[in-house]
């Protein structure tokens, strides 16, 4: 056989040797983190009163706890009205839990359960809400804080984000406690106050107990929900967010002399030098991997999608390149795969015809797991290399959370509810935003983020837009889903 004969053998004896094995591999290949609802022994459900509830959420709206940018902007008014109406309207749950305020207005409840050697659980939902766009309340079906019921919904700002959970939670505590519920293990509440700006209600709760040396058997706050018609397979998917990225935000700075802007300098000045900086950082960006909690996503929920994805999720040793493609076509799906940069703010002179002294950028990045915000600093610094800029943080970052386990059973709990009430498959993933759950590493190993919601993909967008609205259709499986929760994990 001649040279190139051999050479041809040895090409197809590779191309079916690789072939054999991304069969085998796909025919053996198993989703991760799949959790059998017959495998867990669930609560059953208790009648939901979802007219009663729906109403609840609308006077919940009602109350404008919103945390501005400027905190002398707030009203902290409203939050105290908020905290008498929910003793008010849930006088049972009141009745069997303590309750304490930190940080102002943060609240933490503690219903203690019979057996304290057990782990207590630890359920989140926070008061406040962002605030409505100045101009964009005329493009609102229902006046933002109104907490209209109509068409199906209860209408209005934090029906989703976060008042939905709060309310819904508080009805479920109501109801199993009116029903004589014990519980067996600690149930601890935990509502920080300043959620979407600072934080600094989580951030005192959580160091409250773990100054009484609590530690969780799991933590659940909001994140991710019900998918109707996730992107890989066009079919609903529970994702339990089993981490979320960190956040920090850059300050680059880059001095200047100043002066008549009639006379500028050969260099362009600082807005000049400000403007190739950012652009070198946000050009020298971290590439896509294939790895983490996002990547778990698609490989768990690959057996519900085409065989083709299974094909590349089997065998991601050789199609991972594919994969991070297919992900990368939205930003949303490459968020997923690494650390994002985004340039937000800038400052430079305070008048069109004066050089400015110095020329300020903000750069915010959500970092992945897998970073820190020490690897993130030391690769700006490398992209801007000799240019004239300072580089600092406008407040200490939030590091990445850990990934928590979908083999505990804390996770089998949380992923066969999700299944069970949901009747889709139920997979990890990646919060890329931020929640309070971030403080909380030090209270148990296990944080997930989830919100017992069916939305479409769509309908994300209403979430800090306009005409946020939560259907009575997840009012009632919210309730439901916290009832069985509860009734579940404490009492085991």
Known sequence: ?????????????????????????????????????ASVRLAGSRPVDVAKAADHLAQAVRFQTISHQDQAEDQPAEWDKLHAW????????????????????????????????????????HQDVVPVTPGSEGQWTHPPFDGVIAEGAVWGRGSIDDKGSLVTLFEALETVAAGGFKPLRTVIIVSGHDEEVRGVGARAAATLLKSRGVKAQFVLDEGMAVVADHPVT?????????????????????????????????????????????????????????????????????????????????????????????????????????????????????????LPQDATAWINYRIAPGDTSATVMARAKDAVGDLPVELSWSKTPDEPSAVSSTSSEAWKILAGLAGDESEAPVVPGLVTAGTDSRYMGGVASNVYRFQPLVLKVDDTKMIHGTNERLTLANVERMVRFYQRLVETAASR
């Open 1 to 37: 056989m001649s040279w190139g004969g051999r050479v041809a053998l040895t090409a197809v004896g590779l191309v079916l040797g690789v072939a054999a094995v991304v069969a085998v591999r796909t025919a053996t290949f198993e989703a991760p983190a799949q959790a059998d609802p």
């Open 86 to 125: 929910l003793q008010a309207t849930y006088p049972r749950a009141h009745k069997v839990m303590t309750r304490e305020v930190v940080a102002n207005h943060t609240l933490v409840y503690t219903w203690t359960g019979s057996n304290p050697a057990l782990p207590p659980i630890v359920l989140m939902a």
């Open 234 to 354: 066009g079919k609903p998917a529970a994702i339990i967010g089993t981490a979320e990225k960190g956040y920090a935000t850059m300050k680059v700075v880059a001095p200047a002399t100043g002066g008549h802007s009639s006379a500028p300098p050969k260099d362009g000045g600082g807005v000049v030098t400000l403007a190739r900086a950012v652009e070198a950082i946000h050009d020298h960006g971290f590439p896509l991997r294939f790895q983490g909690p996002g990547a778990d996503m698609l490989k768990a929920i690959a057996p519900h999608a085409s065989p083709v994805v299974k094909v590349f999720a089997a065998n991601t040793w050789l199609f991972s390149p594919v994969l991070v493609a297919v992900m990368a076509k939205t930003p949303a799906g490459a968020a997923m795969l690494h650390t994002t940069i985004a340039p937000t703010m800038l400052k430079g002179s305070p008048k069109e015809n004066v």
